[in-house]
């Protein structure tokens, strides 16, 4: 069983979101673990203060180094009471990796993960490069803090467990899973505000099914993400 654990400012907004629906039920069915941390708890100062002015100036503030890595000290030492071994930490910047699928299938191999949360202007650089095993953002673009980013890395390393999803096939299909993005999906009624269900998906023939998603995924790839398209030409 894998275990997720999140070091942040905001542990109630992550820990609701985790707590809902597929990831949420899956977790009270013993398939997967979270726990969320208040990097808040580990500051030494009375006032509970977590950041300060960056040195060299600039608008915002960073996070101190200390409270962030007593965190993660913390959560080490609770795998290790588990006995399970050092959780593989990722800190969620906007100077990290772009995530992708294979990174996902990557992580979600490893027995434990630390997700660590930037907010304001970033974290003491020190730290990260004391702590961190990697850093990752999902995407061109800055938000607020890294708890959303934290919340999706989660999400898609969970979704991937054993016993979180009802089969292998709900993410093998899925966009991205073979490098491609998914075929159209339709359900009932056939027909609705005069469009038709393609005609091949009510035939029962498997065969022509299979070929027409095929068809579908290679084209929606090339239209809509022809680096991937071109991706998956070469490697043919």
Known sequence: MMRIDIATLFPDMCEQVLAESIIGRAEKKGAVETHCHQIRDYTLNRQKQTDDYPYGGGPGKVLYAQPVKDCCLHVIGECEAAGRPRPHI???????????????????????????????????????????????????????????????????????????????????????????LEYPQYTRPEEWEGRKVPEVLLSGNHKKIEEWRKEQSLERTRKRRPDLYEKIRREQ
């Not at 999902?138 to 999706?152: C, F, N, P, Q, R």
């Open 90 to 180: 990722v800190f969620l910047t906007a100077a990290g990796k772009t995530y992708t699928e294979e990174d996902a299938k990557r992580l979600a191999a490893c027995d434990s993960l630390l997700l660590v949360c930037g907010h304001y202007e970033g974290i003491d650089e020190r730290v990260i490069e004391d702590m961190a095993d990697e850093e990752i953002s999902i995407g061109d673009y800055v938000l607020t803090g890294g708890e959303l980013a934290a919340l999706v890395v989660a999400d898609s390393v969970l979704r991937l467990q054993p016993g979180v999803l009802a089969s292998p096939e709900g993410y093998e299909k899925e966009s991205y899973w073979d490098g491609l």
